[in-house]
């Protein structure tokens, strides 16, 4: 079995407090994993590291082998480029646009014809007098931006995201006043780009995308069982049901890793039963499961691993059988029972 | 390389401005610390504080020689009045206006902002369109024009003088400093050392430090957040009414909505450059923004002055949005 | 909420219960209305007027209603609409573009200038966003006062082409009921430009911007690129603002005093987007309407009404600001969604 995530002595500060500390495991392709500890141990912040939503204080993420991030190519040597250019010939011409401009106008007035020709070549002659400073000092702002820009949009969850990961939140974050059929469009969107031509104008293949689409997320919605609920905004559902949106709208882009925060929070008995039916089906369809969870029942119910953090470290790692007689877990949890029994 | 005396005109000039726009910025940068609200109507604020000022001064009878003891009481009793009537209306408005949308989305608050903002320079345009204060018999027997404030509304209003304008310094150090500069000088330079005092020594200093950093906590810890909200706008206010005399006595022109919108963008400015909700920052982002206007303005083209204050928002916020002495804030998943 | 009974009939009695559909019909309608009115009522020739300001109110949907970034600086790109359909179509200068080409270039120059402020704005959170778009609009209006070779300052740059549609339209001013041409063509492009923003709202163009809005950590989270989302609708909304600052200046006859295009003028379209409905494409049109009809139609009625006033306290005009404000804290207070809800379709799911 080959590894689908591999994090190594990851860790994560913010300022004095180290959420995530030095924490390194690895979850199999195809297996449900699940993540315990106590609250506050970090589990969340690992999700949030892991979806690049905070950047990694040190430490290492590959998935399937390579890191997620995003490279310096030709592309984007040629856009800086030209977007230095771009920067130092506009700083240039603001500078001196008035000067400019009467060079280029060079006194006509409306009852001579306009010699393009001699304006261009006098606007060019004043631009070389006056416009070499400017257009450096911009152009020189322009390179240190493009540089703080690319450095800060190296890793980004929406490019986690595109690479196959996607997640839940721990507080149910669906779009309230978008319809359930919306929340699962949005992911599935972002393959289509966001090319405005083509849909201000409803062309064919756009209108065919769309209906596509569109059938493809009903189908999405009738294995959570919502299809009633399509047009009505996700706001207005039940608890339960928003869980489930939220499940499906992270199913929605065919991830191959899918991050679940607390999926069975606040559900009963006959729902977490159906919540781990629902997981073992995801897995069949071939998706990896990262789950957090502290319902004991669902986590030995379903998982094929456990890692347990606390505090930010990772204190033990193996099978449900080896994590339920584990020391350091048991001492962690302080007397809970993790058997699984009522 | 220019001159000394011009140098030091940039220095006086510059910070003499940066310190009463860091009575504004303080304002600013207090409010968006507690409850991180950008108050549009602050400068606003300020401008009315100037014409309170304008009023009072007319209600204390004109002709005043400038440097006259009438002059000086004068402005004691504007030092206590306005400050207290800007207080008042800023207090007023977190009452009526930002309190009850409190917990809402952050563009409810920021629109009620501009809001309050309009309605404030409506009182201002209204304010300088008012009569005098003093009888008009009283004003003609003087042989004064009896609108020495500007002839229509919407004008530029002319404070008149309370404050000798001869340079202080002799002629030859070729650099002026005025007794409004040192009035500035020695209003602004007490107040900030009482502001650090108030805000690190006094219980009040530290349960709004508290409610700054983590409005629950603060309740839970048995702090009465909107007293202390309340207070900070009070505050706020106040020294916004202090600048408002500083600036008349410094004999700026006044304009219903010019003074206000420019005060109030270089004083946000100066907030985010030196770290929003930073107190210490706020002040010094203000001297550097009086610093950076006084400088354009005589080296280089005045009409330039607005764009190089805006050109260096922007690239704060490009590069370092946390400013200089803040840091950067990030969002709870 | 069960929508359902108003599924029922055939197309055309469903479009007959709608009150849009009625709206439109009137003011398509409104010159054979107009002209019924006496005198004294009609508003006719004041309509373009209120059209070429619609665009200001649906760029600003775009940016702030759709994508939720406050935009105060608006009017900066109504003005450089204006100024660069002036500057490309004057005779004062050799261009002398024509009106179709001038419009063109309104539109690149809206569309490039956003372009410019949204690259390093867009990354802003939303307090800072609204400050720096403030910051740009007063910038805008201080240059094109100041650089007065190019843009002939206050003194304007007039004598600009009227639209041209095989044959010129009359003078709105000098020609009697000329303004029943200009008043279907500014209708024209505003249905064109209501279509164009029909179809991508209902897009996933449309979603992205909804998504953003409503929270942007969860939107990126599911893969929208949000930096990039945001430029797109900035820059959209730029070029529709100059394409209203291009209309605005043609049927003026120039480019206006650029003072004109002040922070009151934002502010105004922000308003209209609020008054209207956020996020609602009706809404907007809506609160251009009445806003726009406001202070148009209003104030010229009004002090036509009271009179000529020596005394400040009764001119109307002195009292904008205050009734602005009071509007704008007392929507946000009682009625913060606007007037016409929020009404989402994905195309084809009916």
Known sequence: MTALLEVSELTLCFGGLTAVDAVSFTVEKGSITAVIGPNGAGKTSLFNVITAQYQASAGRILVEGATIERQWGRAETLRAGGFTLLAGLLTALALHCQSLWSAFLHDWNSLTKFAWGTGLTLAWEEFLRTGTWPFAIGAAVAAAACWQHWHSQRRTPDLVHRHGIARTFQNIRLFRRMSCLENILIPRDTRAG????????????????????????????????????????????????????????????????LLLDEPAAGMNESESADLMRLIRGIRATGTTILLIEHDMQVVMGISDSIVVLDHGEKIAAGTPAEIRAHPAVIAAYLGETVEGQP | MPDLHVLLEILVIGLSNGMVLALIALGYTMVYGIIELINFAHGDLLMLGCFAALTGVSMAGLPITPGSSHAWITIAALMIIVPAFCAGMNGLVE??????????????????????????????????????????????????????????????????????????????????????????????IPVLIGMSWLIRRTRLGRAMRATAQDPIAARLMGIDTNRIISHTFLLGGALAGVGAVLLCLRGDALHFQFTGFRAGMDAFTAAVLGGIGSLPGAVIGALIIGLVRSSNDILGESLWTNAMVFAILILLLIFRPGGLLGSTVREKV | MNASHLMAGSPWQRLARDWRSWAVLIIVAWPAIDLALPTDLRIGALLPNILAFAFLALGIHVVTGATGLLHLG???????????????????????????????????????????????????????????TLGFGEIVVDLLKNLDVITKGTQTLGDLPKPWLGVTLPNIVSTANAWIWWHW????????????????????????????????????????????????????????????????????????????????????????????????????????????GFNVIILDKMTRWLGETDSMLLSLSNWQYLIFGLMLVLMMRFRPAGVVPERRTARGSR
């Open chain 3, 74 to 132: 608006a009017a900066a790109f109504v003005a450089i609409g204006a100024f660069a359909f002036a500057i490309s179509t004057t005779t004062a200068f050799p261009f002398q573009l024509g009106f179709w080409p001038g419009l063109g270039v309104a539109i690149a120059a809206g569309t490039s200038a956003g372009v410019l402020l949204g690259l390093p704005t867009t990354r802003l959170r939303g307090d800072y966003l609204a400050i720096a």
């Open chain 1, 194 to 257: 966001y090319g405005r031509l083509a849909a201000a104008l409803r062309l064919p293949w756009q209108r065919q995308r769309e209906a596509a689409e569109i059938s493809a997320a009903m189908a999405l919605l009738e294995l959570v069982g919502l299809t009633a609920a399509a047009h009505l905004p996700a706001g207005s559902l039940p608890y339960g049901a928003q869980r489930h949106l939220e499940i499906a709208r992270a199913l929605s882009s065919k991830p191959r890793l």
């Open chain 2, 95 to 188: 009452r009526l206006v930002y309190r009850p949308i409190r917990g809402g989305p952050k563009l409810t608050a920021l629109v009620s902002a501009i809001g309050v903002s309009f309605i404030f320079v409506n009182i201002g345009l209204i304010w300088g369109g008012l009569p005098l204060w003093a009888p008009a018999g009283v004003v003609n027997a003087l042989g004064i024009d009896p609108a020495p404030f500007g002839s229509s509304a919407s004008s530029f209003k002319n404070i008149p003088a309370l404050l000798p304008a001869e340079n202080l310094l002799p002629s030859h150090w070729g650099v002026g400093i005025r007794m409004a500069e040192v009035v500035t000088f020695g209003t602004t």
């Open chain 3, 185 to 292: 063509l500014y209708l024209a492009f505003i249905a064109v430009a209501v279509w164009l923003l029909h179809n991508l709202q209902n897009s996933q163009i449309g979603r992205a911007w909804i998504a953003v809005r409503e929270d942007e950590l969860a939107a990126r989270a599911m893969g929208i690129p949000v930096a990039r989302v945001k430029l797109g609708a900035f820059t959209l909304g730029s070029a529709l603002c100059a394409t209203g600052g291009a209309l605005y200046a043609c049927l003026l006859g120039n480019s206006s005093d650029p003072t004109n295009y002040d922070f009151m003028l934002s502010v105004m379209g922000i308003s209209m987007v609020i008054l209207g409905g956020m996020g609602s494409l009706t809404g907007a049109l809506v609160g251009a309407m009445v806003i726009g």
